[in-house]
């Protein structure tokens, strides 16, 4: 799977494509008070799948551009299953971006701050535990 002539500019756009699809999901699974096992595999292999189908291949340099995306895309899934649960608890009187935009007051809230960073570490937890496995499980891991 590794390959050291693969298109890096292509799969960081793969990998960037398939953490929105990743992060859509996670945040659809959070809104049905689902955790972020799921969505974490999700999104863990919408990044490196996404590397991968349109680099046509991986290299070692292409592991750490999808291992950065994939912890930024961790944090704003986060973050948006937050504001979700937000629109939905307002029963979309106030729309995605609003609620979005509501959340850096919300966050400095210490109750909320201090489940949300549970929420983001359990997050992290989640995606790196599920998403090793799985590039184990794909062979990407194999040939480091």
């Not at 996670?26 to 809104?31: A, E, F, K, Q, V």
């Not at 995306?69 to 973050?79: E, G, K, T």
């Not at 590039?135 to 040939?143: C, S």
């Amino acid at each position: 799977m590794l390959d050291e002539e693969n298109s890096v500019i292509a799969g960081v756009i793969g990998s960037l494509i398939g953490a929105a699809i990743g992060i859509g999901i996670w945040t659809l699974i959070g809104m049905f008070g689902k955790f972020a096992l799921i969505g974490g595999l999700f999104l863990c292999l919408g990044v490196f799948g996404g590397y991968i189908l349109l680099g046509k291949g991986i290299s070692k340099i292409g592991i750490i551009i999808c291992a950065v995306v994939l912890i930024v895309s961790v944090y704003i899934a986060v973050r948006c299953s937050y504001a979700a649960a937000l629109c939905f608890a307002l029963h979309g009187e106030k729309s995605f971006g609003e609620c979005m935009s509501t959340m850096n007051k919300l966050l400095a809230i210490g109750s909320m701050k201090k489940s949300f960073i549970k929420d983001l570490g359990l997050g992290y937890l989640m995606t790196l535990g599920g998403g090793v496995v799985l590039l184990y499980k794909l062979g990407v891991m194999e040939d480091l």
